[in-house]
């Protein structure tokens, strides 16, 4: 029973793709000065029009709890890209064949992919300083991505996403 127990939790760890994040930002940037922001109006965020407002309301929820306000007169802009790539398969089994004699041997070995390769989403969030400094601060995230999610499973790995890349903003000094 235990080792059931075992396998089973193992199984949902393993299932679960997390949320890697990257960040990078200008360390010149005082960032006590930005408040308001904006979102580009001719962003192409990569995503349909339903994630991209699912999208922008886990960001407008998350800046607000941050102390940031929406503003037609921003301190800075927010540019989105998303994108969508098969990633290689994680798992393989591997298989080798080795022998010799004599003080010499030699061998043969090979990774043999497990399943079909998943479906990975990459998001890139830019904060742009349009009258100063450019582009100041940046987040790229990758997570795994089903194009056969329901809505509120896809809302929820938005919301995760979003919680993920602005967990390091603003960047302590």
Do not use: H
């Amino acid at each position: 029973m235990k080792n059931i127990l075992i396998a089973i939790v193992s199984l949902c760890i393993v299932s679960c793709a997390p949320v890697r994040v990257n960040y990078d930002f200008d360390k010149t940037v005082d960032f006590s000065k930005y408040k308001t922001y904006q979102y580009y109006g001719d962003m192409k965020s990569g995503l349909s029009p339903l994630d991209t407002k699912r999208l922008l309301d886990a960001l407008d929820a998350k800046m607000a709890a941050k102390g940031f306000t929406v503003s037609e007169n921003p301190d800075f802009l927010i540019d989105i890209k998303s994108s969508e790539f098969q990633a290689a398969p994680r798992q393989t089994v591997g298989v080798g064949v080795g022998g010799g004699g004599g003080n010499v041997g030699g061998g043969i070995s090979i990774g043999l992919p497990i399943g079909q390769p998943a479906l990975s989403r990459q998001t890139t969030i830019d904060f742009v300083d349009d009258k100063g400094k450019g582009l100041f601060w940046q987040a790229v995230s990758e997570s795994g991505f089903k194009q056969n999610e329901t809505p509120e499973k896809r809302e929820a790995r938005l919301q995760a996403i979003v919680e993920k890349i602005l967990m390091e903003y603003p960047p302590e000094k």
